[in-house]
């Protein structure tokens, strides 16, 4: 038996998060203040996403003698990882009020957000099928507990809503990852494939309809991360029971996690048909079910479901369509991550994401969070000035019209001005009049404040320079 030679430095994103997740739990245990465990784990965020920068595109690890890896360093993956340990590192900053009062433990909560980063980088880097569904198993399991992690004060009436929401995300996660793997072992036993760059052989004629079932299972298994329907209806709940950046977390960072997934399988498998039907009734069901909301957390939960739909609509052409489909994932996590911001920013410190009316004329009150969050929805909508945004659905639909998809680029383009209602109704209610004074929001910190600084500066940069970014996709 000849032994295997495991490249080291290319596992050094994963090394650095999960020693981020130990040193997490490590402090909470030693040193037990809360500062030095938040400043351990963010420094550990900066250091995944260095660690991934300085490895950028080498030689894969864990590698068959036919030469195909389960560990495969792109830039594309040091990307993911830099977004992973950028929204973790945003999530912690938005939390910071909270865990400063006690409203949820300090170690658990730095630790488990960790292990979720870590996840997400093992998705980013992962080369075959069991390394990617074990990465997103290890992305999502932390997020069961953070949704319901809370304490509550002597004499502070329990809400159970948080309670619900995780056994909700637990149930459909277990039922999706089940058929994610039923699909997996189909497409295992009519290919003889795990490594992903092995999948795209074709069966012998016998399995052809066996291993079209298991790739159809094997996409439906994995939308649910994005919140695609049919497999949808765990998000709105979700995000409204879990505490404000938790639900942050579930709608950038699990969902990167699913982008990133679903485009290492259908870059590989005909699955075409499935993708576009998906993608199609996502953006279509997301968009109309949240022109009746009323809440705002519930709102930016059904816009994530219609922005994965624009998402599903790239990674509808397959291998084709997976730049455009990641550019628009990159752009829409950012933007997201700015306007969950602005609501924690807003509201008091552990509270709910409350009613889309307790924001009216919040602009006119706090003209810097009314600039960030209008800066967000334009660009979620697509329309400048938020050229992040409008330069990601010019580049789902120009991907589309390349390739003869002039229908779906339609429905897309319909949709985008369908969601213009409910974005300009929010956009709107923070500038209405009369406005009472009143003073500044409890829960602005110092923290929320450079998160909130940095997530725009990153907006910014990604409008004006996308090629940069994106230029090792090509």
Request: charged share 10%; hydrophobic share 60%.
């Amino acid at each position: 038996m000849s032994s295997q030679l495991i490249d080291h430095f290319a596992l050094l994103p994963l090394y650095l998060a999960a020693g981020t997740a130990v040193l997490a739990l490590l402090t909470d245990l030693f040193v037990a203040r809360r500062a030095a465990v938040l400043a351990v784990t963010v420094l550990g965020t900066f250091a995944t996403a260095a660690g991934a920068l300085s490895v950028g595109a080498e030689t894969g690890t864990f590698c068959t003698p036919h030469n195909v890896c389960s560990w495969v360093p792109t830039w594309p993956a040091a990307v993911a990882a830099v977004l992973f340990a950028g929204l973790t590192a945003g999530v912690l900053a938005f939390s910071a009020p909270a865990l400063r009062r006690g409203i949820a433990p300090a170690g658990e909560f730095c630790f488990l957000l960790a292990c979720s980063m870590t996840g997400g980088v093992v998705v980013g880097y992962s080369g075959d099928l069991i390394t990617l569904i074990v990465g997103l198993e290890t992305l999502t399991l932390p997020l069961y507990v953070l949704v319901g992690l809370r304490r509550f004060a002597p004499g502070e009436p329990v809400r159970t809503e948080s309670a619900s929401a995780a056994v909700t995300f637990f149930l459909i996660s277990v039922v999706s990852t089940a058929i994610a793997l039923l699909g997996a072992a189909l497409t295992y036993a009519a290919t003889g494939a795990v490594h992903l760059d092995l999948l795209g052989a074709p069966a012998p004629a016998a399995f052809e309809p066996l291993a079209g079932v298991g790739a159809a299972l094997l996409v439906i298994g994995l939308a649910f991360k994005v919140a695609a329907v049919p497999l949808h209806a765990w998000a709105p709940a979700t995000y409204d029971g879990a505490p404000v950046p938790v639900a942050a977390y579930l709608s950038t960072a699990s969902k990167l996690g699913g982008v990133l997934a679903l485009a290492a399988v259908v870059s590989r498998l005909d699955t075409a048909a499935v993708v576009a039907v998906l993608a199609v009734l996502t953006m279509t069901v997301g968009n109309l079910v949240a022109l009746r909301q009323s809440r705002m957390v519930r709102l930016l939960a059904w816009s994530s479901v219609a922005q994965a739909g624009y998402i599903l609509a790239a990674l509808a052409l397959g291998a084709d369509g997976v730049v455009a489909a990641l550019a628009y994932a990159a752009f829409f996590v950012v933007l997201e991550l700015i306007a969950f911001g602005v609501v924690v920013a807003l509201r008091p410190t552990g509270a709910d994401g409350g009613e889309i009316a307790d924001y009216r004329g919040a602009g006119r009150r706090h003209p810097w969070l009314g600039a960030a969050l209008v800066l967000a929805l334009a660009g979620l909508a697509g329309l400048p000035p938020g050229l992040a945004g409008l330069f990601a659905k010019l580049s789902v639909v120009e991907a589309l019209v390349r390739e003869n998809w002039t229908w779906l680029a339609g429905v897309v383009l319909l949709n985008a001005v369908i969601a213009l209602a409910y974005y300009v109704r929010v956009g709107a209610a923070f500038y209405v009049v009369p406005v009472p004074a009143g003073p500044a929001p409890r829960s602005v910190a110092r923290p929320v404040a450079l998160a909130l600084i940095g997530a725009v500066a990153v907006a910014v940069l990604l409008g004006f320079a996308p090629q940069l970014l994106f230029s090792g996709l090509s």
